[in-house]
């Protein structure tokens, strides 16, 4: 019977139960306050009707009921409201070592690129049993990544990162809407996501790609020049990007910021907001040069050079370009490094790329 | 109040008395500039927010106003308040000349200070610094160019909205000007005066505001 | 001088004091701007609805068959726009709340007529304008207007609507700051805080909201309309503005707002309620302060609406909290009026029948509310047709609900004539029926994950959405009936009297309808609100007090 009349979608994830039972507790909670309240007025209306009653009793009030009718709904919100923020930080905090997959949504199309290399629009391809974590940004209006049977939704917003996680555990087809007005061909902003048997995934993934998203973001690294000044060690005119990815970065005002994809994303495109302390602000800014794919390639790869699966290092500086030695590459980023502000200028080829 | 006593005529059918229709358009004066905080309020948020993240650029686009001006401008307005209290002050008084007197120097001064206004307006867009297609920002600083853009979006919607209201002034000191040489107000019935002087101080005090936080925050910060 | 003469003929009233177009549209007369208020409102609900047929007519087809998308997008757009800014907001304190706010504390009229009057015209030129949007081309980007589509990336009459917008906020601070002023300074003597109407104290709540949270959409909009025109980057992710700080300023008004349009109706719930229950409302205190609770907490909840936005978890953890905490004082209201029913008497003019469908429909709008409070719940039905269930229970199931009661109860008064309680109830049948048959299926819906603002929809939600269509047919012909015999009702409706209710209140020591200063002499208030005791004690209504008027025949 419930094929033809539902009152749930699937259950396609690990939230999708825990969500579905504060929903149903809620649905028996507003059900019987619902019924009281209507039997009660229904009680009232036929017992104490003019016919029945003639003469009403004037009645002020009763502090003790108003204390009652107060503080039990208080209670009783108050007990949903922790079990929902206990489900809200389960459906807000990834677990560690979760697969990744970038979403970039336009109007009206959702394009993904996985780490392994494929990308895909509109379907998306996903192995059930492991965490995955989308990491997603919009080229033009905000867009909203809703997947009904995971029970998951966040909205997907031009100019920052924002994320979401999963753990499917059915394989299948599932419904991907856009939730976020959008436009003309809002309501046709629809896809889906499959869910594949995990071995099936791995094949899938392998196949008929030209190279992982970290490798295509080290070619764009390579293109745009920026090996100039980011190198493997401390004597580049750039912060050592090697393992800087996920730890704390100390900035030349005192403050200190983690180094996840959105400060990857803003140090490329807007590189003078945030300057590592020891380095001057000399970074030309790529904005308008790079595509939102060109930009999750970079923040990919740089994220492979944290963790050690980049294909190539960083070059080092040449043996005999000046006073600095190699340094050994070092956990913790080369931000904390008691770098003096004069940076000798490196004669030769190494120059700045040119300022756009 | 019984039939057999006349009304004073400027006292509305629905009041009681002078005393309560005074009261009650003194109140109803008050939550109105309630209702402006809150407007100004929105606008000032957003330029504490952009403050917060956009520190840098906030410094670069206050180093480009220019001081003298917009301390000319403080003068101006903080003179034309006194103004507006000597007009309520004779109002009271029922001395109508030099009542007329004084708020046609409350809008001489308004008038100055709009005037200086136009000076700056047209001096930020001769130096680029209007935000459309025609802005251009040399910068020079931690900062991304379109931040700056952002603070002068803000600094022109925050001093036009201002200058809209100092012309809303300026209409009803014209009001009260004709108002009083027809005589309207006495030593009784002065309520008017007063209200547009709560209005103007008011105005006068957004700026009060906006001068440090455009001008004077950070201009002489070495960014 | 004037007379007061017992003459039953040609009895002077606000009506046919004085004739004329001029005499109506220049009028500073409380219950004439009242009377203008409740023909424009009309209008604009008729087209409202109108929007909202033709959306039910295109979802009873998963594809987009019958418009394009384009023009569905203006059409959901259009009919929040003019629902809300143009009917919800004003409809009962700009109709009912001027009528009677006067009346109710003894006054002859509100403090600020003339701006009374103001506040009418300001509402009909930001309407005009928001009409200029809708015929040439329509606005397409949501009521909601979120950056960077409507500053950037629509094609439509933004500027033109949001300007209408602006100037349409103005007319309700104007009137939210008139009834402040008027409740604070112009109460008759004896007339203590205590001594008031519910429906005072509610609407007093109310004007603290508009006088306080209407300022903000204003900049809001203005914020927008530059950046529209002027491209100034506030809220464009381009050149470092916030997308997120539109919506930010947006909801610091616009959540306040559902409280405008909530509390006015809670007001007129406890007056009918009390009416046809022959009692004072149980726990007065409680009620009027619930109204003073909920115009505060109001105010501290809006990032409620952006939980998926891209706050922060902890910034959304805590706007959950105080969102729940707001749901308390409107349960508090729903039991004292359950209560207030015990021991009552009670009979079922149309006034109740509406009142006992407000209270059932507002108690599951309001829970479907708390729903939405839970935050890892609202991760999944926010943006869908849950939350769109939700607000129209309460917005219609509530607000209109209450305007109807509202209506029929006070129309005697307004204008002198009943109108007939058969077809009076029949509608409000029709009304209960469809209004549940429409919007019911759509909780389900959007569990189901049918998404908002949606042209065309996957198969499967077909049935809900084709059950939700047959039940909007079913109210539309709920709304048309009172249009058609209240008119009906202003030529052959029985004379009403001056108090066919024997109701208790100010209002009703008038004459029907009042003359146009209300009172003759300012009474003096020694009685509690609701003294029905006193109204049916055995001796007689305890109506014929000295400033009853009887007709009064004006000399010029």
Redesign the interface.
């Known amino acids: 019977m419930w094929e033809h ?5 699937a259950r396609a994830s690990t939230m999708a139960g ?2 579905d039972a ?2 149903f507790a ?1 649905v028996a ?2 059900a019987f ?2 019924f009281l ?2 039997a ?2 229904l009680f ?2 036929i017992r ?3 016919g029945r ?10 502090t003790a ?2 204390l009652l ?2 503080g039990i ?2 209670a009783i ?2 007990m ?2 922790v ?7 389960m ?3 990834p677990p560690k070592g979760a697969m990744e997959v970038y979403l970039v949504g336009k ?1 009206w199309m959702w394009k993904f690129q996985h780490t392994e290399g494929q990308r895909e629009i509109n379907a998306l391809h996903v192995p059930a049993g492991r965490d995955v974590r989308m990491i997603m940004t919009s080229q ?3 867009h ?1 990544f ?1 997947v ?2 995971f ?5 997907v ?4 990162y ?1 994320t979401t996680w999963f753990h499917a555990t059915t394989p299948g087809h599932y ?1 991907l ?12 902003m ?1 896809g889906e996501i499959v869910v594949m048997d995990p071995t099936e995934y791995d094949k899938w993934a392998a196949s008929g790609v030209d190279g992982s998203l970290a490798s295509a973001g080290e070619k764009s690294f390579q293109h745009y020049g920026c090996t100039m000044c980011h190198r493997a060690d401390n004597a580049g005119r750039g912060p050592n990007l090697t393992g800087a990815f996920g730890h704390t970065v100390l900035l ?1 005002d005192g403050r200190t910021v983690t180094a996840d994809e959105s400060y990857i994303r803003e140090s490329i495109l ?1 590189p ?2 945030k ?1 590592v302390s020891g380095f001057k ?1 000399i970074m030309p ?1 790529f ?1 308008g040069q790079l595509s939102e794919e060109e930009v999750i390639g970079l923040v990919a790869y740089i994220k492979a050079l944290g963790n050690g699966t980049a294909n190539l290092p960083l070059p080092v500086s040449e043996p005999n370009s000046g006073a600095y030695p190699v340094a050994p590459k070092q956990e913790g980023s080369a931000a904390k490094s008691d770098k003096t502000t004069t940076t000798p200028e490196k004669g030769g080829a190494a120059q700045p790329a040119a300022k756009p | 109040m019984p039939d057999n006593q006349v009304a004073p005529h400027n006292l509305k059918h629905h009041f009681a008395d002078l005393e309560q229709q005074k009261e009650t358009s003194t109140f109803g004066m008050w939550v109105f500039l309630i209702t402006e905080i809150m407007f100004f309020g929105g606008a000032f948020s957003a330029y504490l927010v952009y403050r917060l993240h956009y520190y840098n650029a906030w410094v670069a686009g206050s180093q480009t106003m220019e001081i003298k001006l917009g301390a000319i401008n403080t003068v101006v307005l903080i003179c034309s308040s006194l103004t507006m209290v000597l007009a309520v002050h004779f109002a009271k008084l029922g001395r109508r000349q030099w009542t007329a007197l004084c708020l046609v120097l409350t809008m001489a001064l308004g008038f100055a200070f709009l005037g200086i206004k136009a000076v700056e307006y047209h001096g930020h867009w001769l130096h680029h610094e209007v935000p459309g297609p025609n802005f251009h920002f040399e910068h020079v600083g931690n900062y991304d160019p379109h931040q700056v853009m952002i603070f002068f979006s803000l600094y022109f919607a925050m001093t036009g909205l201002h200058a809209l209201h100092m012309l809303i002034g300026a209409g009803l000191l014209t009001w009260l000007l004709v108002a009083n040489a027809r005589g309207r107000f006495t030593t009784e019935y002065n309520t008017p005066v007063e209200m547009v002087g709560l209005y103007w101080h008011f105005v006068d005090l957004v700026w009060i505001y906006l001068f440090p936080l455009l001008y004077l925050i950070s201009h002489s910060h070495n960014g | 001088m004037e007379t007061i003469s017992h003459t039953s003929q040609a009895k002077t009233n606000y009506l046919n004091a004085d004739y004329g177009l001029k005499s109506w549209l220049l009028t500073t007369d409380h219950k004439r701007i009242g009377i203008l208020y409740l023909i424009s409102i009309s209008v604009f609900f008729v087209l409202g609805g109108f929007f909202a047929m033709l959306i039910r007519l295109e979802l009873l087809t998963p594809a987009g068959d019958l418009v394009l998308a384009d023009t569905y997008n203006k059409l959901f757009t259009m009919h929040g726009v003019v629902m809300i800014f143009l009917f919800l907001i004003p409809a009962i304190p700009s109709v009912f709340g001027n009528f009677l706010v006067p009346m109710m504390v003894g006054a002859k009229d509100l403090a600020f007529p003339k701006l009374n009057l103001l506040s009418w015209y300001l509402f009909m030129i930001g309407a005009s304008f928001i009409m200029y949007s809708v015929i040439t081309g329509g606005l397409d980007t949501g009521w909601t207007f979120y950056t960077p589509y409507s500053t950037t990336y629509s094609n439509s009459n933004v500027v033109a609507a949001a300007l209408g917008v602006f100037i349409n906020g103005f007319s309700s601070i104007f009137t939210g700051l008139n009834i402040i002023v008027t409740v604070h300074r112009m109460r008759a003597p004896g007339l203590t805080w205590q001594r008031l109407p519910l429906f005072i104290w509610a609407h007093y709540a109310t004007s603290v909201i508009m006088v306080l949270g209407t300022p903000v959409l204003a900049v809001t909009i203005v914020l927008v309309a530059l950046e529209r025109l002027f491209h100034f980057g506030i809220f464009d992710a381009r050149y470092g503005g916030d997308p997120l700080l539109f919506q930010h300023l947006f909801w610091f008004y616009s959540h306040p707002a559902v409280y405008i349009m909530i509390l006015p109706a809670m007001g007129v719930i406890s007056e009918v309620l009390a009416c046809f229950s022959r009692k004072r409302i149980f726990g007065y205190s409680f009620v009027a302060m619930s109204s003073i609770a909920i115009a505060v907490l109001g105010f501290l909840v809006w990032a409620h609406h952006m939980y998926v936005a891209g706050i922060s978890t902890y910034a959304a953890i805590i706007f959950s909290l105080l969102t729940f905490f707001v749901a308390i004082p409107s349960a508090v209201k729903v039991f004292n009026w359950t209560a207030t029913l015990y021991k009552g008497s009670i009979t079922f003019e149309t006034p109740m029948l509406y009142v006992f469908a407000f209270i059932g429909l507002f108690t599951i709008g309001g829970l479907t509310g708390v729903f939405l409070a839970a935050v890892g719940i609202d991760l999944h039905v926010t943006d869908t047709y849950f939350v769109v269930a939700h607000f129209h229970y309460v917005m219609v199931g509530g607000t209109v609900t209450a305007f109807l009661a509202a209506l029929h109860f006070w129309w005697p008064k307004m204008t002198g004539k009943m109108y007939p309680e058969g077809f009076s109830k029949l509608s409000a049948l029709f009304v209960f029926a469809g209004f549940n048959l429409t919007f019911f299926p759509q909780f389900l819906l959007g569990y189901l994950g049918m998404p908002r603002r949606y042209h065309a929809y996957p198969p499967e939600f077909q049935v809900l959405n084709v059950l939700s269509t047959a039940g909007a047919s079913i109210l539309a012909v709920g709304f048309l009936m009172p249009m058609l015999y209240f008119a009906w009702s202003l030529q052959y409706g029985k004379d009403a009297g001056d108090n066919p209710w024997k109701a208790a209140g100010l209002e009703w020591m008038t004459s029907s309808p009042p003359p146009t200063f209300n009172f003759d002499e300012t009474p003096t208030v020694t009685w509690e609100a609701y003294n029905y005791d006193e109204i049916d004690a055995p001796g007689g209504p305890a109506q014929d007090k000295p400033t009853h008027n009887k007709g009064v025949e004006v000399a010029g």
């Open positions: 009349l539902p009152l749930f979608p825990h969500v504060l929903y809620l909670i507003a306050f619902t309240v209507s009660l007025i009232f209306a104490y009707r003019k009653n003639p003469h009403a009793t004037q009645i002020h009030g009763s009921l108003e009718w107060t709904p208080l919100v108050m949903i409201f079990w929902s923020s206990v489900i809200f930080f459906q807000t905090r109007q033009d209006v905000i909203s809703y009904p049977a029970r998951i939704k966040a909205d917003l031009p100019g920052r924002t419904h809407f856009c939730a976020e007005y959008c436009g003309t061909q809002h309501s046709g629809i030349d807007n003078g907001a300057i602000n800014t904005e």
